[in-house]
């Protein structure tokens, strides 16, 4: 009963979701204005079309359509966080989080840069009562500025450690990457083991776990490909220290294999081989994005409903976003329209 009002009201949003007939539709159009039109006639969609003004649709930029967009899952999540109890609002805190980390990246990026400018706008524009000193991070020119501006956010000890000893260096944006979402990890896994029990621990702990695995699979994969040469103890250190399903000893493998191809021959008989059956590295990505949808989708019709029916379901917000966007990048600019994920998404 704690979550009843809850799953209504995400029955009720999922219920306005794009279908593949839509997206379909939508890449069959002849411009962005079309699109644009289609979409404010949406139920899921016109809130965040009304922040465009129609007379400009032949005008806007990519970044103006994509910040609207945004701002329907940041509404949305607005509107899911009033039916979470007290208790759950640590966790329902994931997107926040996840936005800080993203802001701290785009800084650190532009800083290893040497420009300046503002940044665009971080790729989820959720970062309500965030820990963040937003215009700073944003306004920022040297890495000790960055470090003032992160210093009441989970990630300031990482930030910290990594500070160059040299003044006006940065660090190496590869490993704060990896650093920042372990520190993420690490922080909703220990909400988790403390605050929950029995089904809705299992669930977030496997929503967690599978989602670690199939990343550090991911990045073994890309190392492999694209820097060969890296040293397996170099693999660990950017690698998550978490494990769910695959054991330290099999990461451990994974990273002295010779090559892509070894890593492949390996997961074939992980509890992942489904996952990455007949894939080529180039399309891992994708696959990774297609067990985060299946999984989501599934706890959409789990019973009891917790807290991640609503995470869950701005996951799934989060990927029909992301559809979108590529359906618009492909009328506008002509980029490949992968209908296959499109369909899968929608259905």
């Not at 670690?212 to 170099?234: A, G, S």
Request: charged letters at 25%.
């Amino acid at each position: 009963m704690t979550y009843g009002a809850l799953s209504a009201k995400v029955r009720a949003l999922y219920g306005k979701r794009l279908r593949a007939a839509d997206f379909a539709h939508l890449a069959g159009l002849r411009n962005e204005a079309e699109i644009l039109e289609y979409l404010r006639q949406h139920p899921g969609w016109s809130r965040a079309l009304a922040l465009i003004p129609p007379g400009s649709w032949g005008y806007v930029g990519r970044i103006e359509v994509e910040s609207a967009l945004q701002e329907e899952l940041r509404l949305e999540y607005q509107s899911l966080c009033y039916y979470v109890p007290r208790t759950d609002k640590p966790l329902m805190q994931f997107r926040v989080r996840a936005a800080e980390r993203t802001a701290i990246l785009n800084a650190l990026r532009r800083l290893k840069s040497g420009k300046y400018a503002l940044p665009a706008p971080p790729a989820h524009a959720i970062l309500l009562h965030g820990r963040l000193d937003e215009a700073a991070t944003a306004a920022c020119t040297s890495y000790d500025q960055l470090l003032q501006a992160a210093r009441d956010t989970i990630y300031a000890p990482v930030l910290q450690q990594l500070r160059p000893a040299r003044e006006g260096e940065v660090p190496d944006y590869t490993l704060t990457e990896a650093l920042l979402r372990t520190a993420y990890y690490a922080y909703f896994y220990r909400i988790v083991r403390q605050q929950y029990r029995g089904h809705t621990q299992k669930v977030l702990l496997r929503a967690l776990g599978e989602q670690i695995d199939l990343l550090n699979i991911i990045h073994v994969l890309r190392l492999k490909t694209y820097f060969p040469q890296t040293e397996p103890d170099t693999y660990l250190r950017i690698l998550f220290p978490f494990h769910y399903r695959l054991n330290p000893e099999f990461t451990r493998s994974l990273c002295a294999a010779p090559g892509a191809e070894g890593v492949f021959a390996l997961l074939r008989d992980s509890p992942y081989r489904d996952c990455f059956e007949n894939v080529h590295v180039d399309e891992v990505e994708e696959y990774y994005l297609r067990a985060i949808y299946r999984f989501n989708k599934r706890q959409l019709a789990s019973v009891p409903p917790s807290v991640y029916t609503a995470m869950a379901y701005l996951e799934l917000k989060d990927l029909e976003t992301s559809v979108l966007v590529n359906v618009i990048e492909s009328v506008k600019y002509g980029v490949p329209y992968n209908k296959e994920f499109a369909d899968l998404v929608g259905e």
